[in-house]
């Protein structure tokens, strides 16, 4: 199977439409803000919606259980009262085996005001970033007033009102200082030197993905080394790694081995291609070396893991996470 081949099993949906028709959920009001009640889907919505990555960011507020998110590193379920977050990039799938309850919401940077590489992106929007709880889990409380917000939004969506939007930008900012003030319970403020480093972290994370398969655009054509991204970022490699280790505990090598490796393990959860393939589109020169890569980072080969996660997708809904 060649690499271009493999763009039907990763779609990057660059527009919130294109989310909307794919997974069948009926027809999105625009592209830079929709919102809908989730008991609301069009019939024939997918009951297993495949790997993709969003250029949007999205809301899945639950006011019922019934949502298992299969990421490429967890597996995460829904309550009820919970909220999970997805931001550009985002690589992700689920399962759902009932009706939803709660509300979906999506809108775009640009529409938001949102800019991640702003020094105070992770303080304004901890849960939009990489690396944050994927679910919050809220008391009832807590849940009727997300909801009551989220209501609001949909009935402004809806009213044709010429300036609609324009209240629309200002309610979604109330939702978002909502969530933000829930999020931050019994949480530590950041200090500003870590707002600086964070701000670092989504620029080396955005330099890190523009290597993935997928990546919208001409992807690079060779493995990312602290060398090639420190060069980007206009950095020395030695001062990249000081930055990010000194931020996160891990240098920048390591975050590089655990992004080739969140790849692998999406490729083998959610494509049938051989662990050689794999090994070729994420440029190993041999098979074994991929094997002696994965075996190093996760205990086991590709092969084991592979069947490991599979039989995880067939276990019930409700059978708690380990």
Known sequence: MSKRDTQVFIPWL???????????????????????????????????????RGNFFRLVICKTPGLRFLLPDETVSTSSNSIYFAYPGKIESWQRVETIYGYLVCFT?????????KPTFEKDF??????????????????????????TLLTEMKSGHGDNFEMIKALLKVLLI???????????????????????MVRFRNVLDSYSIDAPGRRKERKPTVKHIADELHL?????????KKYTGHTALYH??????????????????????????LQFNEAAYFNRFFKKMTGITPTAYRDDILQLMRRPLDTPNR
Do not use: C, W
């Open 109 to 117: 940077p640009e529409f938001a005001g949102i800019d991640p590489l």
């Open 126 to 151: 901890p849960f939009f970033m990489n690396g944050a709880n994927s679910i919050l889990r809220l008391s009832q409380k807590d849940m009727d007033t997300i909801a009551q917000t989220a209501e």
């Open 14 to 52: 660059d527009k919130i439409s294109d989310f909307y028709n794919t997974f069948r959920i009926g027809k999105a009001e625009n592209d830079f803000f929709t919102t809908m009640r989730m008991e609301d889907h069009a019939k024939g919505k997918l009951l297993f919606m495949p790997l993709f």
């Open 178 to 200: 909502q969530i933000r003030r829930l999020y931050y319970k019994d949480k530590d403020a950041k200090t500003d030197f870590q707002l600086k480093q964070a701000s670092l």
């Open 256 to 281: 590089i081995h655990e992004q080739i490796l969140l790849e692998a393990k999406s490729m083998l959860t959610h494509t049938d291609l051989q662990v050689s393939e794999i090994a070729d589109l």
């Open 236 to 244: 020395t490699p030695s001062h990249l790694n000081f930055l990010i």
